[in-house]
Structures are given as structure tokens and as C-alpha cells.
């Protein structure tokens, strides 16, 4: 057996790793191990992770002064909206700081447990951020058919002032997230969640001047209704894509069938087959598979496989690449094109 393993690093400044592994394998005897590491810098133009951290530290700390001062108002009026809207902002806060502390911990170094690094915290942070929401938006669901079988009187200057005050809060956090959000699932799902506060803020805005105006309460659940649909929408169309991540599918854009068509394409490639192609995070996409060859000297194993991870960077994007090269005497007999 012949092995040869070629390892290129790539690291961007957000520490996700770009690596390419080949293993040929051709029947002769010996063994050669050739390891080249190269290291490349890519401008993504990224947020700075440290000012990253500020900016969602300071979102979690104004909104904690907010819930403290809610709590404090809501006791002293003895306004059960007040603690209702603190307790609604304290799980905006806990939903950043849920997500801060994933950024901290998705840099870390890889190590011999975590061996492709601590990035995949982001995307269980979101999970749970997105599942929370999910709850929420039930929840208010809930509260809404609740007040149109047993509506009750709504105080419109209260819901006023307090959703005004809600409402600069988010705004607050809103701008400190929004760049972070662009770039990271993990922020999105805390921006999202902050977002859905601010919509409500208004929403109860709307509603208090309809109350105040028109007495019309039932502006209260048809409202709630409303933004309870919407939050249920956002939740789960982004959490497919943070699910699809987590169960190693290929990524949104990418077909395993155009890549094994233009992988046979390459000059000495005849057959490819286990090919598994999935994301290791948001950034980063890995493709695994074995491929048959013409050639018989391992040099040329080399330059197909240089080639080969040329496209597959080129082509789509595909960094992490890892090519298991076989003989026609040696190929997997029972071989099916994608998986297994």
C-alpha cells in the first residue's frame, strides 16, 4: 500500500479552517507520508471578534438595566405589565448572553476531543435561541385565544409607556447586533429574537393608541395573533437551515450530482463514489469520497488530486476536501455514488 496525505491550512481571521486531506492508495509496497501545511489569509472583511463581543456584552447589559428597572416600576405601580414586559426582556438578555458565550467558546483551539475545534457551539446556541422563540411564538398564540374567550380591559397610557420604553431598548440592541447577524447563525438567532421584542413593542404601541382612541380591546389578541404568526414564520424557516447543518447536509446550493459530474470531468479521474459532501459550520464545507483512477505512479495520483481540490474550491466553494484515490484492481466492488 502507498499512502500519501496532503494537508493545506487555510485560516481566515474568524478561525474557521479551511483544510484540504488526500489519502491515495495504490497497491505497491511501502509507505511514503508527505505533509505540506500552508497557511493563507482570506479578507472576508469580518467584524472583530473582540469588538463583537463588546457590542453583544453591552446588548445583554442594557438589556439587563432594563429588566431591573421594569421589575422595580412594575412593584412600585403594582403594574403586572411592567413585570410581564421584565420578564420578557430577561429572556432577550439570557438569549445574548446564551449566544456571547458561544462566540468565546467557538474559538478555541481544536484538541485531541474537539478535533475540527469548538466552531459547532454557534449553531447549538442558535438552536436553543431558536427554539425559545418557537415557545414564544406558541405561547402568545395561546394568550391570544385566551383574551378573545375571556377578553378584559386593556390599559392604553400604561402599554404606551412601557412598550416605548421596550422599544428603545431593542432598538439599542437591534444596532449593536445587526452587523454580527450578517455573518453568524449563532447572533442571527439573538437579533431575531430582539426583533420580534421590537415588532411587539410597536404592535402594543398600535394597540394602546386604538385602545385610548376607540376602545377597541379586541385590537389587544387580534395583534398579539398577528405578531405570534410572524415570529412562528421567522423561527422556523431559520432553524431548518441550523438543523440542516447539524444533521450533515450537504449545503443549500450545492448537488452531489453536479459535483461528482464535474469531479469525472477531471483529466485521469474515472469513477468517484462515497461521496459524502456536508458543513462542519456555517463556513466551512467538507467533502469526503473515494475516486478511481487511471494513473500508475503515485506522482500522477498527485496531480489529479491538486487538480481536483482546485475545482472543488473554484467550483464551489467545497475547502475541506478529503480523497481517497483507488486503483481499478482495488476500487470498492459494491460502490454506491453518494454515501455509505
Known amino acids: 500500500m502507498a499512502h500519501s496525505h496532503d494537508h493545506d491550512h487555510d485560516h481566515d481571521h474568524d478561525h474557521d479552517h479551511d483544510h484540504d486531506h488526500d489519502h491515495g492508495h495504490s497497491h505497491a509496497h511501502g509507505h511514503s507520508h508527505g505533509h505540506g501545511h500552508g497557511h493563507g489569509h482570506h479578507h472576508h ?4 471578534p473582540d469588538a463583537g463581543d463588546r457590542a453583544v456584552a453591552t446588548a445583554v447589559g442594557v438589556n439587563m438595566l432594563l429588566t431591573i428597572a421594569e421589575i422595580v ?27 456571547w458565550g458561544a462566540r468565546k467558546i467557538a474559538r478555541r483551539p481544536r484538541d485531541g476531543v474537539m478535533t475540527f475545534g469548538y466552531m459547532r457551539i454557534e449553531l447549538v446556541a442558535a438552536l436553543i435561541n431558536y ?16 383574551r378573545f374567550i375571556n377578553p378584559e380591559p386593556v390599559t392604553g397610557w400604561l402599554m404606551i409607556a412601557v412598550s416605548g420604553l421596550a422599544l428603545l431598548v431593542d432598538a439599542v440592541t437591534a444596532l449593536l447586533t445587526y452587523r454580527l447577524s450578517k455573518e453568524s447563525v449563532n447572533i442571527r438567532a439573538a437579533f431575531l429574537h430582539n426583533l420580534a421584542d421590537a415588532l411587539g413593542s410597536v ?8 385602545v385610548m382612541l376607540f376602545g377597541w380591546d379586541i385590537a389587544d389578541p387580534i395583534v398579539t395573533l398577528g405578531i405570534a404568526g410572524y415570529i412562528l414564520w421567522m423561527a422556523f424557516s431559520e432553524i431548518r437551515h441550523v438543523i440542516r447543518i447539524l444533521m450533515l447536509g450537504a449545503p443549500d446550493g450545492i448537488v452531489p450530482e453536479e459535483v461528482v459530474a464535474k469531479m469525472q470531468a477531471v483529466a485521469g479521474v474515472e469513477n468517484v463514489h462515497h461521496l459524502h459532501i456536508w458543513q462542519i459550520s456555517e463556513r466551512v464545507t467538507s467533502l469526503e469520497a473515494h475516486l478511481v ?21 473554484g467550483e464551489f466553494g467545497i ?5 481517497d484515490a483507488e486503483t481499478r484492481e482495488g476500487c470498492c466492488a459494491d460502490a454506491s455514488v453518494i454515501g455509505a
Open 203 to 210: 404592535a402594543v404601541i398600535i394597540v394602546g393608541v386604538l
Open 319 to 323: 475547502t475541506h476536501v478529503t480523497l
Open 45 to 48: 472583511h469580518h467584524v472583530d
Open 131 to 146: 427554539t425559545t422563540l418557537i415557545i414564544i411564538g406558541l405561547y402568545l398564540v395561546w394568550e391570544a385565544v385566551e
Open 73 to 99: 416600576g412594575g412593584i412600585l405601580s403594582g403594574s403586572v405589565a411592567l413585570i410581564a414586559d421584565a420578564v420578557h426582556n430577561l429572556s432577550d438578555a439570557m438569549s445574548l448572553l446564551i449566544a
Open 293 to 313: 483512477t487511471d494513473a500508475t505512479e503515485l506522482s500522477r495520483v498527485q496531480e489529479i488530486k491538486t487538480a481536483l481540490r482546485e475545482m472543488l474550491r
